[in-house]
């Protein structure tokens, strides 16, 4: 037979500790338990890998600031030149500069061979003789011109003066005549030019020409164009030889200045 009893009831204070105790045990509980893998992540200390990449790194960054320090010069005048670039520079302009001189090279040179053409093609005019004689009313000479180019000469146009002075008069010449035309001159061609005093000397004049105290000068300037329509000229000074024949012929020899070419 059982025999049912009341149990004796807790005080108020007891359940309440014990209420409390029940608390702490779970809370105890609670904190036991194992972190989340996060958590236990965040927490852990660095690995041995790690640590060798950290090392790693700092090894490539270290060796990355020195390989950027040789690629440049030392600083100059506050600024930082880049090896490379200041090379390449530099080999432009060199390249510049071989290429300009190759370019005053080339451009001498064909200057050089459109002169030397032009020197061996043009047209020279030049005096061929000169002559002088003495008739019984008026004085004469000649002056014949001869191209000995290889091209005509075009346009030819001549003048002529004389002048009977002493042997040691040095006064300027001045030519009078205007040119006249004689057309145009081919290679070894010869052309002469005649001109008349409008009086003539008399016997003390032609005595003193043939004993050298006067002189009878011929002077004058030829004008003419080549084939590569230049103008050129010819500027001449001739005088009398102290030597003559019966006839009152002689010959006119160049002076020793007045005579020009271009």
């Known amino acids: 037979m059982i025999t049912w009893y009341n149990a004796p ?23 036991a338990r194992p972190a989340p893998p996060a958590a236990a992540e965040r927490t ?22 020195a390989e950027e320090g040789t690629e440049f010069w030392p600083v100059i005048h506050g600024y930082r030149l880049k090896i490379t670039d200041t090379l390449v520079a530099a080999f432009t302009a060199l390249l510049t ?15 050089g061979a459109d002169q030397t053409a032009e020197r061996q093609l043009r047209a020279y005019l030049g005096l061929d003789k000169g002559g002088f004689r003495n008739d019984a009313d008026f004085a004469q000479y000649e002056v014949g011109f001869r191209n000995f180019g290889t091209t005509p000469a075009n346009n030819v146009r001549i003048r002529l003066d004389s002048d009977l002075r002493d042997a040691d008069d040095d006064r300027p010449f001045t ?22 005093e409008d009086r003539s000397f008399d016997t003390a004049e032609w005595s003193s020409i043939y004993g050298g105290s ?20 010819l500027k ?13 012929r002689g010959q006119l020899k160049f002076c020793p200045d007045g005579n020009d070419a271009n």
């Open 97 to 111: 500069a071989v290429t300009w001189g190759l370019w005053w090279a080339t451009r001498r040179l064909v200057h």
């Open 44 to 65: 852990a200390a660095p690995s041995a890998r790690d640590y060798v990449g950290g090392t790693t790194q700092a090894i490539q960054r270290q060796a990355e600031a």
């Open 214 to 233: 006067k002189r009878l000068y011929v002077f004058g300037e030829v004008l003419y164009e080549d084939c590569f329509n230049r103008t050129r000229s």
């Open 236 to 248: 001449f000074r001739l005088m009398t030889e102290a030597r003559f024949d019966s006839a009152r």
């Open 175 to 196: 030519i009078g005549p205007e040119f006249q035309s004689y057309g145009p001159l081919s290679p070894t061609q010869v052309t002469v030019a005649l001109a008349d």
């Open 9 to 31: 009831r807790w005080p108020t204070a007891m359940r309440l500790a014990f209420i409390l105790c029940v608390l702490a045990t779970a809370a105890a509980a609670e904190d």
